[in-house]
Nanobody, 126 residues
Framework: QVQLVESGGELVQAGDSLRLSCAAS????????MGWFRQAPGKEREFVAA????????DYADSVKGRFTISRDNAKNLVWLQMNSLKPEDSAVYYC???????????????????WGQGTQVTVSS
């Protein structure tokens, strides 16, 4: 059974940095792309970043490009989201997800991801 567990979310101030972690189990981790999404109250879940199975290619939403970095350690089945220069509008529940469509490019649609974690809350105060 595939399981994803996020951690690292907390209350921070604008301009601070935070690193989210996602621990994966029950899958051959290096085979699959991983994504980070977020959802704020009353809003749809939105794409944040994604990374290929090898870690060689990453994609970012325009709203976080240059501030956030996605990375992974396939030996430890971990994927991270390093978030710098946080803004109040970054406040949301952050989810990691796995895309089992091997061979495809990096997807931005939540519907392309089959398994999700429970989420971790990030709150950025102004």
């Amino acid at each position: 059974q595939v399981q994803l567990v996020e951690s690292g979310g907390e209350l921070v101030q604008a301009g601070d940095s935070l690193r989210l972690s996602c621990a994966a189990s029950g899958l051959t981790f290096s085979r699959y792309a991983m994504g980070w999404f977020r959802q704020a109250p009353g809003k749809e879940r939105e794409f944040v970043a994604a990374i290929t199975g090898s870690g060689g290619i990453a994609d970012y939403a325009d709203s976080v490009k240059g501030r956030f970095t996605i990375s992974r350690d396939n030996a430890k089945n971990l994927v991270w989201l390093q978030m710098n220069s946080l803004k109040p509008e970054d406040s949301a529940v952050y989810y990691c997800a796995v895309d089992f469509a091997r061979g495809g490019g990096l997807a931005r649609s939540p519907t392309s991801y089959e398994v999700w974690g429970q989420g971790t809350q990030v709150t950025v105060s102004s």
